[in-house]
């Protein structure tokens, strides 16, 4: 209609397109939230519980958030590094993780969407502030933004934990892990599949293990040792 014209209403064409991809991005944050809140229809998310024998006397949990799956793998693999004689992991989704009194140490993972971790990640981290003010704790988030991994990328990508920082300033993570993920378009529904195609995000699983495993393997002083 002649009247909904952007110049009509004396706003530049620019700013218009600005707030109608807004509006669509704020519609999408709506519907990812409403419709996927338990995971991709048909995904299937890991969990488990690593104990080797010998003498045992710490446990750590890897909590994740996620919708497709992939940030699962990045969880266990996290999980299997820091699985030793003397320290269990558990790797749980964060929706079922109820208490974190059995834990010396938290490690919290989220996928990204839209420019944000996953809305129960970032609860998970303000509900239980008080308790992972005391523990050591690190976060990591997988996304494709860094598939391209360059320091802009990664500021960017470091970013997308400023609204979960702001909200727990108490907490101090001993690491932050931002890592590659993965995009299989025939799980995503037609409109997020144009969104992602839009943008140029790749199809493909660009998950990274060896960087995975080291970054585990270089928080376990910082998680243990404290
Ligand atoms: C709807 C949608 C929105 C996404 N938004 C972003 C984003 O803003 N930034 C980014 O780097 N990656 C984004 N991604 C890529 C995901 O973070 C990546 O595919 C991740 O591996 C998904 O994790 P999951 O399989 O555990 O759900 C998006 C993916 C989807 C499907």
Partial sequence: MKNDEPQKRGMSRRNFLLLSSGAVGASLLGFDRATTALG??????????????????????????????????????????????????????????????????????????????????????K?????????????????????????PKRTEALAYLDPVRKETPGIQPAGIGIFPGAVDYSKLSFLFKTVLKAKGTPEGDFRNWPAVKAWAAGLRPALLDA
């Fill in 40 to 125: 991709q229809p048909g995904t299937e998310f890991s969990e488990s519980s690593c104990r080797k024998d010998g003498k045992m006397n710490r446990k750590i949990l890897v909590a994740y958030a996620s919708r497709c799956g992939s940030t699962g793998g990045v969880a266990e693999a996290v999980g299997q590094i820091l699985c030793t004689a003397e320290t269990a992991v558990d790797v749980r989704l964060i929706k079922n993780v109820k208490d974190l009194a059995p834990y010396q140490a938290v490690i919290v993972g989220s996928a990204i969407r839209m420019g944000k971790w996953l809305p129960e990640a970032a609860e998970f981290v």
């Fill in 127 to 151: 509900k239980h502030q008080e308790t992972l003010v005391r523990l050591p704790t690190a976060y990591f988030m997988v996304c494709m933004i860094i598939q391209e991994d360059t320091a």
